[in-house]
């Protein structure tokens, strides 16, 4: 089969805090896509443009050749160019202890060790 021979890619590869973005390889139409992932395990969350929807990594960029920048698409639907990407931590899902919750987490943990001896 025949590789497609494009223009060279008009969108400079975006780079951020904590993600990866991968080397742009153009499809069958000559569209540049690029693997934009978090460096970090755990969260794996990427934020775009400093703010708004929280996207699981990876996430697949791809370049407007029209604009020379890459876009996402959002929960939309909707195509949006990207000024930023990073890797971002999610939001705690355990919450804050306060000291009284935490004292009465660590006398029912010492209770239960001593109980179980």
Same mark, same amino acid.
């Given at each position: ?5 494009? *223009?060279?890619?008009? #969108? ?6 904590? !993600? ?13 896509? =690029?693997? =934009?992932? #978090? *460096?970090? @395990? ?10 708004? !929807?929280?996207?699981?990594? @990876?996430?697949?960029?791809? #370049? ?13 639907? !909707?195509?949006?160019?990207? =000024?930023?990407? *990073?890797? !971002? #931590? *999610? ?19 010492? =209770? ?6």
């Amino acid at each position: 089969m025949l590789e497609p021979i494009c *223009d060279s890619n008009p #969108c400079g590869t975006p780079t951020g805090s904590m !993600v990866t973005v991968s080397a742009p390889t153009p499809d069958a139409s000559c569209i540049y896509a =690029a693997t =934009a992932t #978090c *460096d970090n @395990p755990y969260p794996r969350v990427i934020q775009y443009n400093g703010g708004g !929807v929280l996207y699981m990594s @990876p996430q697949t960029l791809k #370049c407007d050749t029209g604009t020379g920048q890459y876009t996402y698409t959002d929960g939309g639907s !909707v195509q949006q160019q990207i =000024a930023t990407i *990073d890797c !971002v #931590c *999610d939001s705690n899902p355990c919450g804050t202890l306060t000291g009284s919750t935490l004292k009465k987490k660590l006398l029912q943990l010492f =209770a239960n060790a001593f109980c179980h001896i």
